[in-house]
């Protein structure tokens, strides 16, 4: 009898550290979000190198520029491609246009009758993106870039005195252009990301020696691929 209680004793025992041995080794569930709390963002809390790999993106681009007083301002629509280099480093060719600015005339009497004047910029821009993971998915980045700008003019004509009138006819010219830019991007994912920047340019003349400067404000879609 007491062999056969030892051997159960034994038994159970050994039944017992199995169990408490599996116990311990099993690894634990991955952990969720408690209820009502959405999951991080895709983008936080990795580095650079992880979130931005080398490859092409394309962009399109809206907002409003505000010219100088002899130009007025314009709405503004556009759109690029680009390729990101390293994770700070990307470059894209972009084309804008400006259609509602309105040029100042002047035919020797002072400030004369208003008229159309559209802009047009084919610009090679470069971008530094900051790496700074306290505020991710946000990402700063600052921009400048070189190229064409399309200055076009739409004629008028207008009566000087009760017996003259003058034309002014279009004129449409090409001028160097250069830009620069600071803005910061909100990464929805690594290959999606909503742009809101300042960008200053500088589009030469509209064509008639009025110099055509802007500070713009531009909101963006870049689309990773």
Known sequence: MWRYLSAVSAAGLLAGLSTGAGA?????????????????????????????????????????????????NSWLIGGGLGWRFTPNIRADLTVDDRPDFRQNTNFGIGPGPKTGLDNLTVMANGYYDFDLPMIRPLVPYVGAGIGIARNEVDGVTVQTSSTAI??????????????????VAYYFSPNLALDVGYRYLDAGNSGYGVPLHTNEVLGSLRFGF
């Open 166 to 183: 003058s034309h002014l006819t279009g004129s449409e010219k090409n001028q160097f252009a250069w830009n620069a830019m600071a803005g």
């Open 24 to 72: 311990q080794t099993m690894a634990p569930p991955p952990s969720s979000p408690p209820p009502g709390q959405p999951a991080a963002p895709v983008v936080s809390n990795q580095p650079l190198s992880y979130l931005f790999t080398p490859g092409p993106y394309a962009r399109l681009n809206t907002g409003y520029s505000f010219g100088d007083s002899g130009v007025g």
